[in-house]
């Protein structure tokens, strides 16, 4: 058997996120039936992680072990005819028979985009969220670094079905910035591992600090392990991008 890891962009608009769902178009479900009718049998996609519904990438990694010859080239130009126009393989290549894009990661970077003009494009609308009200920038910079370093992000995470098994939800930060691009506010996160929703919430609560309605050190007590305070509002998913996995 080969093991094959590929590099994979989409957008998300038309999708429930990664995961596969019964009767639902979901990213990984539409990975699936391409490469189990190239391998004749059904073949499972492991994803680096799981996207949410809504949410774009520039660059998920995903792999499948198959036993067809076919070579690598041949096969991304194989599953980009199977695939529909909203998600292309951007490269194929071959693994270590043990390679998992999940459990192997180093890093992963997202980023989160607003449009802050007075019209949005309906060409961008997809893909930006469109926020043309008032915002302390410079308090929503100065915010941004809170997160860096190894924290507890409890506040900042969905409920989700693993936490019966009662797993940590300490991640690291490595590197966490939002900028002002022109008519765009953009806000990038580089970390170990994240949870549910966990950008989506560190974004929305960037916008209640612009808003004025927090503050950097009240988002170090959302930090605090057993705070018992959800942060939020959770922002929505069109404006995140999965821009890097790293490993």
Not at 74 to 99: G, H, M, Q, T, Y
Not at 102 to 127: D, L, M
Request: aromatic share 8%.
């Amino acid at each position: 058997m080969r093991r094959i890891r590929i590099t994979v962009a989409y957008d998300g608009t038309d999708f429930h996120g990664w995961q596969i769902q019964p009767d639902l178009p979901t990213i990984q479900g539409a990975l699936q039936n391409a490469v189990s009718e190239i391998e004749g049998r059904p073949v499972q996609v492991d994803g680096s992680g799981r996207t949410d519904a809504g949410v774009h990438a520039l660059a998920q990694v995903a792999a499948f072990s198959i036993a067809n010859p076919i070579p690598t080239p041949n096969l991304k130009k194989a599953l980009n005819r199977l695939l529909p126009p909203a998600i292309r393989v951007l490269s194929a290549e071959e693994a270590a028979p043990d390679f998992h894009p999940r459990r192997h990661a180093r890093s992963k970077t997202y980023e989160y985009r607003i449009f802050r003009g007075e019209v949005c494009s309906p060409f961008e609308r997809q893909y930006v969220l469109h926020h043309p009200y008032p915002l302390d920038t410079d308090r929503i910079i100065e915010a941004a670094a809170v997160f860096a370093g190894e924290h507890d992000f409890t506040a900042f995470a969905a409920s989700d079905v693993s936490d019966a098994e009662g797993r940590s939800k300490v991640r690291t930060i490595f590197s966490t910035v939002a900028r002002v691009e022109e008519d765009r506010l953009i806000y990038r996160v580089r970390g170990n591992g994240f949870l549910k929703h966990m950008v989506r919430n560190l974004v929305g609560t960037l916008l209640e600090c612009g808003k004025g309605n927090l503050t950097p050190d009240d988002i170090r007590r959302l930090l605090v392990p057993g705070c018992g305070v959800k942060a939020g509002p959770t922002a929505p998913a069109r404006g995140l991008f999965l821009v890097e996995v790293e490993y």
